[in-house]
Nanobody
Framework: QVQLVESGGGLVQAGGSLRLSCAASGRTFSNYAMGWFRQAPGKEREFVARISWSGGSTYYADSMKGRFTISRDNAKNTVYLQMNSLKPEDTAVYYC???????????????WGQGTQVTVSS
């Protein structure tokens, strides 16, 4: 089992920045690829970004490229999502997830955090 706990969400004005963190415990963190997803009210869960086990490979959804950066610190068992130039349409609950392989589909992830709310005001 892997337990994931997100933090860092909040209310920010459009154009602002937030840094989300996801702390992992349980099984060896570096054995898992990590991903960030988000879900807005009434919408399906959406892929945001994913990172490989060592952090050497990252991949982003098109709408996040150039604005969001995913990173990880295996010594701290933590994955981050730096979000810049935030827009009102970025408002959602953001989730981190762990998978045994590199994935962009939610159902391929084995473990999920409880989510953290990000609200971007216009």
């Amino acid at each position: 089992q892997v337990q994931l706990v997100e933090s860092g969400g909040g209310l920010v004005q459009a154009g602002g920045s937030l840094r989300l963190s996801c702390a992992a415990s349980g099984r060896t963190f570096s054995n898992y690829a990590m991903g960030w997803f988000r879900q807005a009210p009434g919408k399906e869960r959406e892929f945001v970004a994913r990172i490989s086990w060592s952090g050497g490979s990252t991949y982003y959804a098109d709408s996040m490229k150039g604005r969001f950066t995913i990173s990880r610190d295996n010594a701290k068992n933590t994955v981050y999502l730096q979000m810049n130039s935030l827009k009102p349409e970025d408002t959602a609950v953001y989730y981190c997830a762990a998978a045994a392989s590199l994935q962009v589909v939610p159902r391929r992830y084995d473990y999920w955090g409880q989510g953290t709310q990000v609200t971007v005001s216009s």
